[in-house]
């Protein structure tokens, strides 16, 4: 089993603001600014990024736990960086920056496993939902309380939060602004675990190891038909399911799946 740990690019502090650790198959990514319940400002959501084009493109990474250092998974975005804006323009362009980051981590083509502790609330919530999966804490508190600040969420909650907890729901939570127990999270479908408080990234790891042991072409092809799916009419959606069981019955891994089951033996996946 390969492990490998190291801090990614330093801030202006000398504090790495992203942590890497690597345990076989499952790259660790951490988000570093603990003092600050790791707010995300630019420079930290720009070392994500980067993080996740290292996870990318290492063909022994099958999957990555997200995680927060410190007390708290994420508090939110950074609203230091907020009060200095001024004008429309301005808005949408601090808007659109970090969009982009967040959007690098909806589109990540390996499995993620957010693992919530803490506080996991407005633009960390909005974080962990950019996950394909979330384990949290018993005592984590997730929610989006934009609107007590007069604003609402800007980097997916109103639309992810709608998708998976239906419209009203979601605008209950939206309108209120109020904090969700990780229970009541569980309860609705926003995360897949709870657990006891300090086994939240050792359950995030094992759920994320077991996803990374399977064949890692079809891993990658069901998230991208689910995710993709949801946004297309049914027809289109199974048309894209139908094109990608072709795709991977064309592989050599697809048909060593096949050649293994007739012949009663465990299939040797390649990843081709």
Known sequence: MRAASEAGEPS??????????????????????????NAL??????????????AEADDGVGAVVLAGAGRAFCAGADIAEMAGLSGLAEAERWVAARAE????????????????????LGGGLELALQADLRVAGESAQLGQPEVLLGLL??????QRLARLLGPARALEWLWSGQRMTARQALELGLVQRV?????????????AARIARQAPLAVRFIKRCVWEGLEMPLAQGLALERQAFAQLLATRDGQEGVRAFLERRQPQFQGR
Do not use: C, M
Not at 17 to 32: K, Q
Not at 102 to 115: D, E, I, N, S
């Open 41 to 54: 400002n630019l420079p930290l959501l720009q070392e994500l990024s980067r993080a996740l084009d290292r």
């Open 195 to 207: 657990v006891p408080d300090g086994e939240v990234l050792a359950q995030a790891h094992e759920l």
């Open 153 to 158: 969420p800007g980097a997916g909650g109103t």
């Open 101 to 120: 980051h967040f959007q690098r981590l909806a589109r990540f083509p390996k499995p993620v496993v957010a693992a919530l502790h803490g506080f996991a």
């Open 12 to 37: 202006q502090g000398g504090e790495a603001l992203v942590l890497w650790h690597v345990d076989g198959p499952v790259a660790r990514i951490t988000l570093n600014r603990p003092d600050k319940y």
